[in-house]
C-alpha cells in the first residue's frame, strides 16, 4: 500500500483520446441485476442496476469487500451467467440475449479470462494452452501456433513453448494465463483476481502484460477485479462496489503505462480509505 494511485478529475489519456474519435464502449453493462436464490425460498440480490462501460484502450478496476458482487460483475461482463435484469453487450453485440452456445462461441472469439486460480490444461503444453481457442475453435488456422510462438516470446516465455504447466513456476504460469487470455487479440480482457497469488515482481510483469495488451492498437478493453492496490494502480479507473450497487468511482490519470513509469505519487484519500475499509 502506498503512494502508487494518483487521481485526478480530469480524463486520462486513454479515455480522451477515445472519446475524440466518437468511439463506441467494448463492453456496455445497463442496468444490470442479479438475483440469487438461497435455496431457503428467499431472494439474494447479488448485483443491482449496475451501469458501467469500458472503451477501446481503457482498463477498469473493480474493488469492493468480499461478497459485494464483484465476480457476478465480472461473469455477466463475460457472459459466463446472464442478468436478471439490464443488458450487457460486448463489441456492439447484446451478449445477454444470446443462447448459451452463442455466448460460449462469442466468448472464444471476443473476450480472453485471466484468472487467479489459472485454469490451464495441465495435458497441454504451453503453446497449446496459448493457442487453446484457437485449438477448440471452428476457426483453427494453420497459423496458430506460429502467433502463440510470438505471443510465448513477448512473454519472456518462448524456451517453455514445449514444457507442461507443472513445469512452471507460479509467475511463469500466470504469464501463460494472460497470453491465453491475449491470444487472437479479444475484445476484453476480464481479469479476476489475476495477482491474487503472485510476489510483487510476478505482479508487476502480470500487470504490464495486461496493460500493454489493452494499450497496443486500443482496440481492446480490459475489467479487472482486485484487491490489490498494485493492480489498480495500472487502471484508469476504479470503480467501488458495495452490496451489489456502483457506491463511488475514481479516474486514475497515472495509470501505468507499459514501459513502467509510474505517473507521480499525489493520491486521493478516497481511494486510500477504501482499500483500507477492503482490507479490514
Ligand atoms: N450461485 C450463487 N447462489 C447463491 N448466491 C450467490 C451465488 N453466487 C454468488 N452469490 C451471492 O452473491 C453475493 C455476491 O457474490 P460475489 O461472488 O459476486 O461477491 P465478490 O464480491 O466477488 O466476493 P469475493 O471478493 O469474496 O470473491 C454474495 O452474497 C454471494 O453469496
Request: proline content about 4%.
Amino acid at each position: 500500500m502506498g503512494n502508487v494511485v494518483r487521481i485526478r478529475s480530469d480524463a486520462p489519456k486513454n479515455r480522451q483520446s477515445c472519446m475524440n474519435t466518437n468511439c463506441q464502449p467494448l463492453l456496455s453493462i445497463r442496468g444490470a441485476g442479479r438475483n440469487y436464490n438461497d435455496g431457503a425460498g428467499n431472494t439474494k440480490i447479488a448485483l443491482s442496476r449496475v451501469g458501467l462501460d469500458v472503451l477501446p484502450g481503457e482498463l477498469v478496476a473493480i474493488i469492493g469487500p468480499s461478497g459485494s458482487g464483484k465476480s457476478t460483475l465480472l461473469q455477466l461482463a463475460g457472459g459466463i451467467d446472464s442478468p436478471t435484469t439490464g443488458s450487457v453487450d460486448v463489441a456492439g453485440r447484446r451478449i445477454s440475449d444470446m443462447t448459451e452456445k452463442e455466448r460460449t462461441l462469442f466468448r472464444r472469439e471476443h473476450i480472453g479470462f485471466v484468472f487467479q486460480a489459472i485454469h490451464l490444461v495441465p495435458s497441454m503444453t504451453v503453446v497449446e494452452n496459448i493457442g487453446l481457442s484457437s485449438i477448440v475453435s471452428n476457426h483453427r488456422t494453420v497459423d496458430w501456433k506460429a502467433e502463440a510462438l510470438v505471443l510465448l516470446q513477448h512473454l519472456g516465455l518462448h524456451e517453455y513453448a514445449d514444457k507442461f504447466p507443472d513445469q512452471l513456476s507460479g509467475g511463469q504460469r500466470q504469464r501463460v494465463g494472460v497470453g491465453r487470455a491475449i491470444f487472437g487479440n479479444p475484445s476484453v480482457i476480464l481479469a479476476d483476481e489475476p495477482t491474487g497469488s503472485l510476489d510483487s515482481g510476478n505482479r508487476d510483469i502480470v500487470l504490464k502484460l495486461i496493460r500493454h495488451a489493452i494499450d497496443d492498437g486500443q482496440r481492446t478493453g480490459g475489467l479487472m477485479v482486485t484487491h490489490d492496490l498494485q493492480a489498480a494502480s495500472y487502471a484508469d479507473r476504479v470503480i467501488a462496489i458495495s452490496d451489489g450497487i456502483i457506491i463511488d468511482q475514481f479516474v486514475n490519470t497515472a495509470a501505468q503505462p507499459f514501459n513502467g513509469q509510474r505517473g507521480g505519487h499525489d493520491h486521493d484519500e478516497r481511494i486510500r480509505s477504501w482499500f483500507t475499509a477492503i482490507s479490514l
